[in-house]
C-alpha cells in the first residue's frame, strides 16, 4: 500500500480495495467496546481514545509519539514473546525484559485503540496469557530484596510499577478479549496481583512511595475490574479506616506548599502514581474531587519539582541520581496532567525540554496548545517550600536570580527524607553558567548497572554520600548529625528564621538544633547583586553555639579546576594520606593542610569558562584542607571530587563566613580571558551585642553590609560598628550598601 | 531617528531631512578611495567592498555577523580609546587591551566598509595615532620572553598577530584619512612594526608558525604599504634567496596530504597566517597562483584540519588545548577561503558549525550559499596523512566509521612535531559515541589565565604531559622516547607499513626504531565491524623487539568510570603511593597492582551511557596497574585522570595484544540498561614463524582473525595455525571470519 491517504475523509476516495483488508479504524473498536461494557475502557474513556485517534494525526508532537511509541513495540513484536520466569536482580535479563513488558502492553493497548490495528491486542493477549500461565507458579523472587521480596522483580515495588503500566495496557483492549480470556487474565495475572500487593501491610499500608505506587496499582486494578472493594482499599488503607492508603498519603507526603519530604528525585518518582491513579480517580469518581484536596497540592507537585531543578536537572539532595531531570518519563505525565487541569502555558516550555509526551487524552491537549504556539518559558523564581504535612518542618529555600540560566542557591533546611534523606542540616548548593558550582554528591549508585552490586545503592553509599561530611555543612567532632540514625533525624527539623526574595536581595536564614547534643548552627545566606560586581554573588554565615569545646568543620564541594589557592599549606604530593577513620572521613584523601589562622583566606577555581573566588574566614582560628574524595574505595565505586574543608579546634562557639563570587570569562576558543581578577577586596565579620554583621568591601570603593540579628523575631534596632561606622537596623536582618562614603538601606 | 527605513530604495521617501546627517553610504566611500589611488585597499578590492556593502544585508548570516561586530566595536567605542603603555604578559591587563584594539582596528575598517560611516575611520584614526606615539618609545617587553622579546607584548609572535589583523583594518581606512596622518600612521606604526618583524632572522627567517605570522604580517604590510621590497622579502625570506620566507615554509611545513608537523592544534595556529596571506597575494599578485603551489597543499590543509577533530574538537596531539575545534576563529577564515575558491558544499556544514563567518568576500561567497541551502555534511572519512614536505616521514592514519559521531581511532605515527611535540610515537586515540575514550591529556596550560603562570606552558607540561607515560605507547625502563630530547625525535619518524580502509575493516601498522636503543616497535590496530557485535571493535597488536632484557609499559588513558576490574590486585585504599621518579611517573598515583601473569584480564567502564570492556594481554607475564595523574602536583595543575598500564619486567620481546568493545546503554532517564555484557568471549594470539594473529572469539560463536606478517612487503602466504585450525593469508595482513565453523575471508 504505497498510496498515503491524507485524512480519513479521503479513505474511501483514496483506498478503494484495500479497505477490506485494513485494521477497523478506532471507531469501531469503541463500538465493539459497547458490546460489553463491563469490559469497556476506564482509565481512558472510550470517547477519549476516539478523540484521540481522529485528531492525534494532525499535531506533529502527538503524531510524532505515536510514531516513536509504534516503532518500538512493533521491534519487541519483531523479537517475540519473551516472559521468563523471574531469576535476575536490577539490570540482569530478566529484570529488565519484564520492563519491557509492562511498556509494550501499555504500547499495545494504546496503540490500538489510536490505530484499530488488532494486531496489537493479539499480541497483549497472548503475551497476558503467558503471565496467566507464570504468575500463579511464582513464590517470593530468588534474589528476593527487603522485607517483602517480589514475585516478577526482585523488590516488590518493581512489581507494582509493573501493574499500574501493564493495567492501563490491559484496561484499553479489555473488551477487545475473547470472554474467556478476559477471565483467565483476570483471575490469573491482576487480581492475584493486586491482591498479592494488598496484602501486606507492610507493602500497602505504609506512608511512603513504595506504598504509593502499591495503591496506585491496585486502585487502578480495581477501576478496570470494577472492584469497588480494591479501590476502597487502596484510597483509605487496607483496614478501610484512612490511616494509610491514598487519601492519607497525600495528606502527609506532601508539605501544603507541594514539596515532598524525600526530595526531587524521590518526588518525581512518586509523582507518576499520585498523578496517574489521582487521574483514574478524577475520570471514575470525579465527586471526590481529588485535584483540589489540600488545595490541589497535587498540582502545586508538579510546579515544585520543576522548581527544584536546574540546567534541566533535579537538584540532587538526599539519594539522587545526577542525571535525572525534567525529562523523566514521569514528569512527562506530571506536565501533560498539570497543563490539562490548568491550561498554564508556562508548563509547555518544560514539555518542550522534554520532547515527548504522553499518548493520553492530556498528551493530546499538550500537543494541541504546543501546536497552537501556546508555549511561554518557565517562570523559575526564588521561593521557600515549606516541609512537613503542615508546613512547620523547615523547608526548602530557592535563591534565584538571571532565570534559568543564572543564579540558584539551594539552602537544604529540610526534614530529614526517611531512609532515603542524608545527614546535612542547612547544607546549601550552588549553581551558576547552567552548571553545579557547589555539589552535593548524590547517592552512590550505578541504577540498574548489573556488574555494581546490581544496580541498588551502594556501600559508599552509606559509608560516604549520606554522611555530612559528604555536603557543605557544620561537622563536629568528625561525626554525622544524629550520629548518621535517620529515625531521630526525623525527630528533629530545622527552623525557618527567615525568607526575603527581592530582586537585588535575597536572603535565607535556618536554625538547626539537636543534629548534636548541645549545638545549636544558625545559617545565613544571601544572594546580592550589585553595580559594582559582575554578577550577584553568595554571602555565607554559620553560628555555631556548643556545649563544650569540640572540633567543628565545614566542608565545600566545588566543582572547577583550582586556579589558585591564597593560603601557605603544607602539602602531601608524594604520599596522599587520608583524612580520618569513620563517617565519611576515611573517603577523603588530604591534599593539603594550612596552619590555623584567623585570617580570611581564597581558594579560586575555574568551571566552564568562569571563574569562582571564595573567601572565608572564621572568628576563632582554623585550618583550611583540601581533600578529595575516592579514598577506601576498592571497587572504584566513588566519583573523585574535590573540596575545601575549614576546620577549628577546641572551641565552645564560632561563626564561619564567606563570600563566593562569579566573575569574569574564559574562552578558549576565541583565547581571550576577561574579568579574571576578584572585585572584592577583603569581607569583614563584626559581632554586636545581639547581631552580627558581614561587611564586604569591594575594590571599587563600595561597600555591602549585611546585618543578622540573633533573635529572629525582636523588632528592635540593632547596632553593629565596622571601623567607627555605625550600621543600624530594625528587625531580622539587612542589607546596608555605602557607596563613597554614603550608606544606602536595601 | 526612530523610523526604520526597510530598504535603500525607501530611503528617499521615508527619510527627509534625515538624509543630511546619514553617514555617507557605502558606494561614495569607494569613490572618495579612487581620489587617491596609492591608498586604496588592496587587501580587500574597492569594487568587493561594495559588493559587500550593497548585498550584505540580504544575507542572513552575513548580516547578523555584522550586527555583532557592530555591536562589539561600539562597546569598545563608548569605553574611549586604551593604547596602554605595555606591562602585562599573557591574560594580564594592557596584553588583552591591545588584543582588543587590533580586533577594533580590524572591525572599524570592516565596518566604515560596509556602513560608509566615518565615525570608525574616526575612531581608528585615533587609535592608530596613539599608537604612533606609543611605539617609537618602545624597546623590549617588560616581561619579555623568548629569544626575541615583543614590543607591545611579552612574545614577539603577539606583534605579529597585532600586525596581521590590524594592518587589514588599516587598509581599509588608510584611503580615507588625512594625508598627513596617514604618513604618521604609516612611519610610526606599520613600517617600524613590520622592520621590526624582519630585522631579526630569529624570528623572520625560521621555518616555523611563529616566523608565518611574521611573514604574514610584514608581506601583508607590504602591500599596504606599496612597498614591494617587504614583499619579496616575506616571501622569500629576509635574504630573498628562498631559503626562508612564506613559499619555503608552504613547502617544507605541510606534508603533501595537508598535514602540519606539529599536528592540529598548531595546524589550526598556521592556517589563519598562511590563508590570509596566500588571499593577499592572490589578489595582488594573481600570477603567482599561490593556492595551486604544491598541487593545492594550502586548501587541502583545510580539508585536514576539520577531518583532524571528532566531535567539533580537535585530535589533542602534541601540545594541544583540548577546548580547541573546529569553530576556533582561523578555520572560519580557512573555511571561507577554500569555499571561495572550491564551491565544496560539504565545507558548509562546517560554517553552520561554527555559527559565524568573516566579513570578506569569502565570507559573503559563504553567506549567499547558506542562504541557498547548499550546505552538506561533511565526509568525514578515514584516510592517512602521510607526514613530511615529501610524505615519506610517517604519518597520521585516521580509522574511522559510522561518521561524525561514530568510532573514530587515531594512530599517531607522525614526526616529532618539532619542540611542541610529545613523545608519543604509535600512540592512539579511541572515539566513540561523541566522547574521547582513549585519551590524549594534550598540553599542561592554561591558555591566557594569569593565575596559571600567566597562560604560558606550565613545568607540568614538561613533567607531565610530553612524557611517553602520559600516552598510550611504549615506555621502556620508565624513560620517554628519544630520552625526552625533541632534537633527536626530529631525526627519525615512524615507517608506516600499511593502511587499508574498507567498510567493515580498517587497518593501520607502522614500525619505531631508534626511539629507544635497541629498541623496535611495531604497532598494528583494527576498527573491525561484525553483524553479531553492536557496534566496532579495536583489536591492538604491540610487537616489541628489545636487545636487552627491559622494563615495558604499556598505559591506556581511558574516560569513564570503573564498572569493574577482571583481575586481581593489591589496592591502595589508605595511603596513596606515587608510582616512580621522573619522567611523568612522578605524577601518576598507584591505586592497585595485579600480580604478573600471562592471563588476558579486563577492565569495562561506562561513558556517557555507554559501555567499554578491554580486554588484555601480553605474551609474556605482565602486572596490570592502575593509576590516577594528580601527583607531585604542588599547584593543582594537573586534571587528575585515570590510566591503566601493563607492565613487563626483564623481558627482550613481548606482543601486548587488546580488544576495546563499546556496548550496550545505560539510560538514566529513562531507567534501562542493555547490553551491559561483553559480546567477546576470549582473545587469543598465536605465533606463527613470520607472523602473529589474534583470534577474537565472540559469544554467538562467531571468530575473527586478524593475521599480521612480520614483514610488511612479502607477497609470500602465511600461516599460523589456532586450535588445529590453519589461517593462511597472502601479504602484509588479513582479517579471516569463522562462523559455525566456516571461513569467510574479508
Known sequence: MKQTCL??????????????????????????????????????????????????ERYPWFAKEQARTEAQ???????????????????????????RNYQALLAA???????????????????????????????????????IPGR????????????????????????????????????????????????????????????????????????????QELVEKSLRGSRKDDTFGFLRQIDLLFSPDGYYEEGPYYQRYALAPFLLFANAIERNEPRRKIFERRDGVLLKAVDVLVQSSYG???????????????????????????????????LLSVAEQQGRLLLTPEGLQVAQALADGKAKPFDYRPMLLRDGPDGDRGGLAILRMGGEGGQALVQKDTMQGMGHGHFDKLNWLFYDNGQPVVTDYGSARFLNVEAKRGGIYLAENRSWAKQTVAHNTLVVDERSHFNGDWKRGEEHAPTVRFFQAD?????????????????????????????????????????????????????LHFNGHIVSTGFQAERFVDQ????????????????????????????AWLLDGRFYSYRFGSSAPA????????????????????????????????????????????????????????????????????????????????????????????????????????????????????????????
Chains 1, 2 share one sequence.
Open 7 to 56: 485524512s480519513f475523509a479521503l479513505v474511501l476516495a483514496c483506498a478503494g480495495g484495500v479497505l477490506a483488508t485494513m485494521p477497523s479504524p478506532p471507531a469501531q473498536a469503541a463500538t465493539t467496546a459497547t458490546s460489553e461494557s463491563s469490559a469497556a475502557p476506564v482509565l481512558v474513556t472510550p470517547a477519549q481514545w476516539q478523540q484521540m485517534a481522529s485528531q492525534g
Open 152 to 227: 516478577v522483580f526482585w523488590q516488590v515495588l518493581n512489581d507494582s510499577v509493573w501493574l499500574v503500566n501493564a493495567v492501563q495496557g490491559y484496561d484499553a483492549i479489555r473488551d477487545a478479549l475473547p470472554a474467556k480470556d478476559r477471565q483467565t487474565i483476570d483471575d490469573n495475572v491482576f487480581r492475584p496481583m493486586a491482591e498479592f500487593l494488598a496484602s501486606e501491610p507492610k507493602n500497602f499500608d505504609q506512608i511512603h512511595n513504595h506504598s504509593t505506587w502499591a495503591v496506585a496499582a491496585t486502585g487502578m486494578t480495581g477501576y478496570v475490574l470494577r472492584d
Open 623 to 746: 585550618q583550611a584542607l583540601l581533600v578529595e574524595s575516592g579514598a577506601n574505595d576498592p571497587e572504584f565505586n566513588l566519583r573523585r571530587e574535590p573540596a575545601l574543608v575549614q576546620r577549628v579546634e577546641g572551641q565552645r562557639a564560632v561563626s564561619f563566613f564567606s563570600v563566593l563570587e562569579p566573575h569574569g570569562e574564559y574562552n578558549g576558543t576565541a583565547e581571550y580571558v576577561h574579568g579574571a581578577d576578584s572585585q572584592i577586596r577583603d569581607l569583614v565579620r563584626v559581632r554586636g551585642t545581639d547581631a552580627e554583621l558581614l561587611e564586604l568591601r569591594l575594590a571599587s570603593g563600595a561597600r555591602i553590609a549585611l546585618g543578622v540579628a540573633d533573635d529572629s523575631t525582636s523588632e528592635g534596632e540593632h547596632t553593629v560598628t565596622v571601623d567607627g561606622h555605625a550600621y543600624r537596623w530594625h528587625g531580622s536582618h539587612a542589607r546596608m550598601d555605602r557607596t563613597a562614603g554614603k550608606e544606602a538601606a536595601r
Open 503 to 555: 530582586e537585588d536581595t535575597q536572603v535565607a536564614s535556618a536554625t538547626m538544633r539537636d543534629a548534636y547534643p548541645g549545638v545549636t548552627f544558625t545559617r545565613t545566606q544571601a544572594l546580592l547583586r550589585h553595580p559594582d560586581l559582575g554578577l550577584p554573588v553568595v554571602l555565607d554565615l554559620l553560628q555555631v553555639q556548643g556545649a563544650k569545646p569540640a572540633r567543628y568543620d565545614l566542608p
Open 73 to 99: 513495540l512493533r521491534k519487541m513484536m519483531r523479537a517475540g514473546i519473551d516472559v521468563p520466569f523471574p531469576k535476575d536482580k536490577g539490570g540482569g535479563r530478566t529484570h529488565e525484559q519484564h520492563k
Open 312 to 346: 534541566g536537572l533535579f537538584f540532587p539532595i538526599n539519594d539522587a541520581i545526577l542525571d535525572k531531570g525534567v525529562d523523566t518519563e514521569e514528569l512527562v505525565a506530571g506536565i501533560g496532567i498539570a497543563y490539562a487541569r490548568t491550561g498554564d502555558g508556562h
Open 576 to 603: 596522599r594520606p587520608v583524612l580520618g577513620k569513620d563517617n565519611g572521613y576515611q573517603h577523603l584523601w588530604l591534599d593539603a593542610r594550612s596552619p590555623a589562622s584567623s585570617e580570611a583566606r581564597t581558594l
Open 109 to 147: 493497548g494504546t496503540l490500538y485503540r489510536l490505530t484499530g490495528d488488532t494486531e496489537y491486542v493479539d499480541y497483549a493477549r497472548r503475551m497476558l496469557l503467558e503471565y496467566a500461565r507464570l504468575y500463579p507458579t511464582l513464590g517470593p523472587h530468588p534474589e528476593g530484596r527487603g522485607q
